[in-house]
């Protein structure tokens, strides 16, 4: 069964604090993608990832970088926190580049900065 | 204007009720169209590809009207565990995948 690993579901963070989300994918894509989740506003790209060591920016990438330093790992990093970030954070891979194959979701990470 | 619009709902039916909803995207160069769905506090899976011909699994049917450029989901025989939030994501030519905020159905019995 295919698996997409986010290492937290909920977290609580302060404004300026560094945050690291991590994603683990089993299932050998070489396609990886971080989103944001928010209510009247569908899912967001923030930034996709093709290859090991290989990042690109998605729709709103201000204030996110990420890492992808092997292939089933990729991780999102907010460098300094803000109350806006608060969000619901979605990792997926694919076996395809993006839009032509099934995407595969991780559980989500819920943040909450105060 | 958004790239995938849809109508939030919720659409709250009966059971056995059939219920049916649409989805306007404004490329009219998107490629490819899906439905996913998302239970509350899940994350989305695939429900099902939408093709030019239009295409049925089990009790869903997706439909894609390029003139009008919108996609629908129709759910027939509706059951308590069809309740979910059906989210549309169209693929634009340069493989962009847009989604929309979703559509929530409630089934009651």
């Known amino acids: 069964d295919v698996k997409v690993t986010q290492s937290s579901r909920y977290l609580v963070k302060r404004t300026g604090e560094k945050v690291f989300l991590e994603c683990v994918q089993d299932?050998?894509?070489?396609?990886m993608f971080w989103y944001r989740q928010d209510p009247g506003l569908g899912l967001r790209l923030i930034y996709f990832s093709y290859d090991v060591k290989m990042k690109e920016k998605g729709d709103i990438p201000e204030g996110y970088s990420v890492s992808r330093e092997k292939k089933e790992r990729f991780s999102l990093i907010l460098e300094s926190a803000s109350t806006n970030q608060t969000s619901m954070y979605l990792c997926a891979s694919s076996r395809t580049t993006q839009g032509t194959g099934e995407l595969f979701f991780g559980e989500g990470s819920r943040l909450t900065v105060l | 204007r958004k790239e995938v619009e849809q109508d939030p709902g919720p659409f709250n039916v009966p059971e056995g009720a059939t219920v049916a909803f649409n989805c306007t995207y404004s490329n009219s160069a998107s490629q490819s169209f899906f439905w996913y769905r998302q239970d509350c506090r899940k994350e989305p899976k695939l429900l099902m590809s939408v093709y030019s011909s239009g295409n049925e699994d089990g009790r869903f049917t997706a439909q894609l009207n390029r003139a009008s450029q919108y996609i629908s989901l129709l759910i027939r025989d509706s059951k308590l565990s069809d309740s979910a939030t059906y989210l549309c994501v169209v693929n634009s030519p340069s493989y962009k995948l847009s989604f929309g905020a979703g559509t929530t159905v409630t089934v009651r019995a």
């Open positions: 299932m050998d894509h070489e396609n």
